[in-house]
């Protein structure tokens, strides 16, 4: 089983919908999770990150994790194009520095 | 904003060569980073760097890879007798801290091995 997994996509939306997200992880151990954006050919862009279970909200940005059930979701709303990119879900456990990315979700906001 | 910068952005280089690829870190960060991504694939960990040592390494980061800061700013890769398979993009990245909540990434250095 992989330590992280996230549906590939696309997941195409039209502008002003709302963006919703999902990763699972398979270890209790991991403690620390962080949403990124990448856009193509460029540096993860860290957007959110979280250590406990609810809801964090940063502007339009909602993060949620499910620690009983291994769920982590990051909720967009008021989706625009420059929301286009892949975004991924990265966890760490407790102690030691490595995160453990999710292979990312590809978003496409049409006009 | 503050950010990681790293160069190249591109590097072509033949295969056997070998390659620095260099990063300056958020000025007040005390934790170092490279992770590297092959076209089409996750993001994967090479290696953590702190006070001047490795705190962590994965696999992939065997005796062809090393790292160094040189001097206050710089933190640097090298990747000895390079191979096809290396080809990726290799991306920096610092924390202030060990806890790893919050990794600031650079733009990444494309490495082409011909």
């Known amino acids: 089983q992989k330590e992280v997994e996230q549906d590939p996509g696309p997941l195409s939306v039209p502008e002003g919908a709302i963006v919703s997200l999902n990763c699972t992880y398979s270890n209790s151990a991991f403690q620390y999770f962080m949403w990124y954006r990448q856009y193509s050919r460029k540096g993860p862009e860290l957007l959110m990150y979280t250590y406990s279970s609810g809801n964090k909200e940063d502007g339009r940005f909602t993060a949620q994790v499910d620690k009983s059930s291994k769920y982590i979701s990051l909720f967009i709303r008021d989706s625009q194009p420059s929301d286009s990119a892949t975004y991924l879900c990265a966890i760490k456990r407790a102690a030691g520095n490595k995160l453990t990315f999710g292979g990312g979700t590809r978003v496409l906001v049409k006009p | 904003e503050p950010e990681v910068t790293q160069t190249p952005s591109h590097q072509v280089t033949q295969m056997g060569q070998e390659v620095i690829l260099r990063c300056v870190p958020i000025s007040n960060h005390l934790y170092f980073y490279w992770y590297r991504q092959i076209l089409g694939q996750k993001v994967e960990f090479l290696v953590s760097?702190?006070?001047?040592?490795?705190?962590?390494k994965s696999e992939i980061f065997d005796d062809q890879f090393s790292v160094e800061r040189p001097d206050g700013s710089n933190f640097t890769l090298k990747i000895r007798s390079t191979k096809l398979e290396d080809s990726a993009m290799y991306f920096c990245a610092s924390s202030p801290t060990g806890s790893g909540n919050t990794i600031y990434f650079g733009e990444g250095s494309w490495l082409t091995v011909v």
């Open positions: 760097f702190y006070n001047n040592e490795i705190s962590e």
